[in-house]
């Protein structure tokens, strides 16, 4: 079955410090998005990408933020000067085959980011 | 925009009790819904879904949604809780024009013994 793989599992930084979060999408899907969980909290979008752009960001998605699909295959959130209130769990997800649009997002096992 | 009120942020069940989640969203089209389940330290995974075919939904672990348009509702429910049903479950939506998802604010569930 098709899935959604992030690395690394875990990464510890500390403040100020810069970090990639890294995912592959399944492969021929069109849409990937970043969504992030603060501990204890909900699900909360950042930011979707579909042919090669941003096409939707939320108001948490500022300029300290950035993706990017650098060779086709990877799909990276970059953030650029982390702050405490960084420290949350990010899922990468996918969705939408060329052929059809399939209609569920699939999830990856996210990445904890802590932010020391 | 798109929304979904998922009322209850802790439920407690006994084990073997029906499990009632509720889910409502917002939408003057009725869009595509969802529910997934997050085990503790663990990704999202989808547990069932309703994209406009039968009303009533069949999931994975023995769940179970129906999709009521009068009521822009997609309950979750089971009609016996186990242990291994305890997690946090969220109700998505994606409008059936667009490519966004929706997340509710989660349902964490208790199965007490």
């Known amino acids: 079955e098709p899935e959604v793989t992030q690395t690394p599992s875990h990464q510890v930084t500390q403040m100020g410090q810069e970090v990639i979060l890294r995912c592959v999408p399944i492969?021929?899907?069109?849409?990937f998005y970043w969504y992030r969980q603060i501990l204890g909290q909900k699900v909360e979008f950042l930011v979707s990408?579909?042919?090669?752009?941003?096409?939707?960001k939320s108001e948490i998605f500022d300029d300290q933020f950035s993706v990017e699909r650098p060779d086709g295959s990877n799909f990276t959130l970059k953030i650029r000067s982390t702050k405490l209130e960084d420290s949350a769990m990010y899922f990468c997800?996918?969705?939408?085959?060329?052929?059809?649009?399939?209609?569920?997002?699939?999830f990856g096992q996210g990445t904890r980011l802590t932010v020391v | 925009a798109q929304s979904v009120t998922q009322l209850g942020s802790h439920v407690s069940v006994s084990e073997g009790a029906l499990v009632l989640l509720r889910c409502n969203y917002s939408s003057s089209v009725p869009p595509y819904l969802f529910w997934y389940v997050q085990y503790p330290n663990q990704g999202l995974q989808l547990l069932l879904k309703y994209t406009s075919a039968a009303t009533l939904v069949k999931g994975i672990n023995g769940f179970e949604a129906e999709f009521k348009k009068s009521e822009t509702s997609f309950h979750l429910t089971k009609p016996s809780a186990h242990m291994s049903d305890a997690a946090e479950y969220f109700c998505?939506?994606?409008?059936?024009?667009?490519?966004?998802?929706?997340f509710g604010t989660g349902t964490s569930l208790t199965v007490i013994p």
């Open positions: 990408f579909y042919n090669n752009e941003i096409s939707e």
């Open positions: 492969s021929n899907h069109l849409y």
């Open positions: 998505a939506v994606r409008k059936n024009t667009g490519n966004q998802f929706y």
């Open positions: 997800a996918s969705w939408g085959w060329a052929e059809t649009v399939n209609t569920e997002a699939f």
